[in-house]
């Protein structure tokens, strides 16, 4: 009798281990979130959210419904919140120009101080000894925006002549410190005195550390005496 009952009560053990094994494991609990996208992409941030959760679309609201395990849904809060950000302020970029005369002889005229590290270093590669300068110009101009100046100099025989000075874009090419200004499809002409020959032009594409002086080019006036020497410098006004 014993024997019999011990064998009940294994049986019975079994029986209630295995009803355990078999019953089906409770379901997370679902949670459902709407999402306004203000914004960011509503196409890019939708797809990304169906790879992740159930998703819903009402195009015309800018709005998706998120339906997830509840705790998933910090994620999927998460990436909304990266992606849904307003786009940075486009950045102004001013520059300024500066176009000098260098000649064989002495300058009788100083040049401003922010030039002189810039004329010490013309003075040791090119063998000219005077340098003025014959006009200034000034640009500000939204990042990737094209922009052109003109104005007129004199320059060779004391005669006038038109310029223009353009680009095709500037923009912030890198930021670090300095940064680096990136300027595509600069173009400088200008007539020559009294129409003698063709314009001068310069052409470039040129990389300038914000705040340092770059020499863009040089074109020579009357011979090997005189040269138009055209300087610039950058910044990103925030």
Known sequence: MKTLLLLVAAVAVAAAQEAQVKAPEPKPEQAMKVFEIKHGDLDEIYQMLSRIASTSLIRDAKLITVRADKSLMPAVEEVVRRIDVPPSPARNIEMTVHLLQASQQPAVAELP???QPVIKQLKGVFTYQGFQ?????LLRVREGREAAVTGTLSYGKDQNADYIFRFRSARLGSEGQ???I???GLQFEAG???GRGGPLRMNAEIDVREGQ???VGKTGIEGADKALILVLTAKVVE
């Open 213 to 215: 002086y770059a020499v």
């Open 182 to 184: 990136r300027i595509d």
């Open 192 to 194: 020559k005195p009294s």
């Open 113 to 115: 101080a922010q030039l």
């Open 178 to 180: 300095p940064r680096v």
């Open 133 to 137: 300068l014959l006009d200034t110009a």
